[in-house]
């Protein structure tokens, strides 16, 4: 691992992909246009959907944004950690407009893990990091799923072993009256959430925020959810049960931290047994159920 050979690679408008304790991230310079033109570019990713920048603390997040006392609270309680914070962007800000896709709001969060925390420091900076792997695809949770999605468009990729959580960050916006809105679901369960900022409203359809296109996160193969026996010829993803042969399990006993942590990596070791089709077992809709069960629609709508 070289912070310092990363933070070359930043300044001169490269590209570093770093691990977060949600998923690895494709870094650049947030203040510098040029740069996040190449995320957008190298992800082939629509440029009205904005990136999230990536700061070390609640402090150097309100040089970027107008904070609600609500928000403020949230970063208080969670970060650094998995949330990320919408909010009106603050005319002062060094984030370029095109990592906001020129919005009047910017996003934000502050990771958890020792390795991106180092390089923010280092870099001293904001940092745009969407998932490091090409727009649409399947999220990275290790370094080698970055460099198979991008070889060498990428200068740098920093090691940091499988992402502990494995699912991306939850979205929470908040305007300048203190509305909650919930973007995208994710590592923090909306329960955690509401016991700050009371019932959370659901988004609309106006991409706002990383993560809200209607076909996401997907493999290569056809999904079909909440499938209790895979048909012949599919592989099975399975959930509260071992799975068949030729399928894998998101967690046996049924444990959702550990089927979020499994995700991303065992759709990608299915997609890349060949098959046509893989079918999924049911999810429940509690705590991280939301947010796996939300990854999992993305994946499986028409593209």
């Given at each position: 691992m070289s912070i310092e050979r990363a933070v070359e690679i930043l300044s001169a408008g490269g590209l570093v992909a770093f691990p977060t304790e949600t998923v690895y991230g494709l870094g650049a310079d947030a203040t510098d246009p040029?740069?996040?033109?190449?995320?957008?570019?190298a992800k082939g990713r629509p440029s009205f959907n904005p990136l999230i920048a990536h700061v070390p603390s609640l402090a150097a997040a309100a040089a970027h944004a107008h904070l609600h006392p609500r928000a403020r609270a949230l970063g208080e309680a969670f970060w650094p950690g998995p949330l990320t914070l919408v909010a009106p962007r603050a005319g002062e800000s060094s984030v370029c407009e095109l990592a906001c896709a020129g919005l009047s709001t910017i996003a934000l969060r502050a990771p958890a893990h020792p390795v991106a925390q180092a390089l923010l420091a280092a870099f001293g900076k904001p940092i745009v990091a969407p998932s490091a792997n090409r727009s649409g695809h399947l999220s990275a949770t290790s370094a080698d799923h970055v460099r198979a999605d991008f070889g060498g468009a990428v200068e740098l990729v920093l090691e940091g072993g499988a992402s502990e959580i494995g699912?991306?960050?939850?979205?929470?916006?908040?305007?300048?009256?203190?509305?909650?809105?919930?973007?995208?679901?994710?590592?923090?369960?909306?329960?955690?959430?509401?016991?700050?900022?009371?019932?959370?409203?659901?988004?609309?359809?106006?991409?706002?925020?990383?993560?809200?296109?209607?076909?996401h996160y997907a493999p290569r193969a056809r999904l079909r959810l909440d499938v209790k026996a895979p048909e012949p010829g599919e592989a099975y993803l399975a959930f509260g049960a071992p799975a068949p042969e030729g399928g894998l399990t998101l967690s046996a006993s049924?444990?959702?931290?550990?089927?979020?942590?499994?995700?991303?990596?065992?759709?990608?070791?299915?997609?890349?047994?060949?098959?046509?089709?893989?079918?999924v077992a049911p999810i429940p809709a509690r705590g991280l159920g939301e947010a796996i069960r939300d990854r999992l629609a993305r994946a499986a709508a028409p593209r």
């Open positions: 040029r740069a996040v033109a190449r995320v957008y570019q699912l991306e960050s939850t979205i929470i916006a908040i305007d300048a009256n203190g509305r909650a809105m919930l973007l995208r679901p994710g590592a923090i369960p909306r329960t955690e959430i509401e016991t700050i900022t009371g019932p959370l409203a659901t988004a609309g359809g106006a991409i706002t925020a990383p993560g809200m296109l209607a076909s049924g444990n959702l931290t550990e089927a979020a942590a499994n995700l991303y990596a065992h759709l990608r070791a299915l997609d890349a047994s060949g098959v046509q089709v893989i079918a």
